[in-house]
């Protein structure tokens, strides 16, 4: 069974910066798009930014603004998200997505991590 490990969260001061990694362990037969969303208390869940394994064009949330980064490694079917600049606004819990091709079967399944925290103090 796949599953999806993050890493990287943890508490930082404004303006700081984080990264975050989230790998895929056991096989997929592809991996469509690699997705970073974000939950803050009380608020819903929102997609932080996305990327497309064939070709690498990736989109971020309006509020992003240029701060943050998403790459991947395809071989290792790992994504990363660069934060810089951050802020206490930007406090929520990280989780990853990847919307793959089962290996064997070729189903279309959505994968998510179990989420990492990430704390920006003021």
């Known amino acids: 069974q796949v599953q999806l490990v993050e890493s990287g969260g943890g508490l930082v001061e404004a303006g700081g910066s984080l990264r975050l990694s989230c790998a895929a362990s056991g096989s997929i037969f592809r991996v469509n798009a690699m997705t970073w969303y974000r939950q803050a208390p009380g608020k819903q869940r929102e997609m932080v930014a996305t990327i497309i394994t064939e070709g690498g064009t990736a989109h971020y949330g309006d509020f992003v603004k240029g701060r943050f980064t998403i790459s991947r490694d395809n071989m290792k079917n790992i994504v990363f998200l660069q934060m810089n600049s951050l802020n206490p606004e930007d406090t929520a819990v990280y989780y990853c997505?990847?919307?793959?091709?089962?290996?064997?079967?070729?189903?279309?399944?959505?994968?998510w991590g179990q989420g990492t925290l990430v704390t920006v103090s003021s």
């Open positions: 997505n990847f919307d793959v091709r089962e290996d064997k079967t070729y189903r279309h399944v959505e994968l």
